[in-house]
């Protein structure tokens, strides 16, 4: 199964961005799916993720009301919408495929994308 990330860029504090990760595999709706991210010198932290059916999300403390995940099954692609970006949103961020809330289970992980955030 191959991720690829995509929208990442650079955005002043308090902008937007839609994150998008396409899936190579027909079995994309049997995953739960999500995204972590890494800042420099931090370790990989879990974001959000989603379900296999888009019936549950999880979102971590830190980004909940601000980010939004959902997924198009018909399309193999789940997205991130990041609104009201903070400074500390700044990291790459990972796609992954899984399964387990909060995927804490982890079979695929994708090509990170940079997300920095100017204040």
């Known amino acids: 199964v191959q991720l690829q990330a995509s929208g990442g860029g650079l955005v002043q504090a308090g902008g937007s961005l839609r994150l998008s990760c396409a899936a190579s595999?027909?079995?994309?709706?049997?995953?739960?799916m999500g995204w972590f991210r890494q800042a420099p010198g931090k370790e990989r932290e879990f974001v959000a993720a989603?379900?296999?059916?888009?019936?549950?999300?999880y979102y971590s403390d830190s980004v909940k009301g601000r980010f939004t995940i959902n997924r198009d099954n018909a399309k193999n692609t789940v997205y991130l919408q990041m609104n009201s970006l903070k400074s500390e949103d700044t990291a790459v961020y990972y796609c992954a495929a899984g399964s387990s809330a909060r995927l804490s289970v982890v079979y695929f992980w994708g090509r990170g994308t940079q997300v920095t955030v100017s204040s």
């Open positions: 989603i379900t296999y059916n888009g019936g549950t999300t």
């Open positions: 595999t027909r079995t994309f709706s049997t995953y739960t």
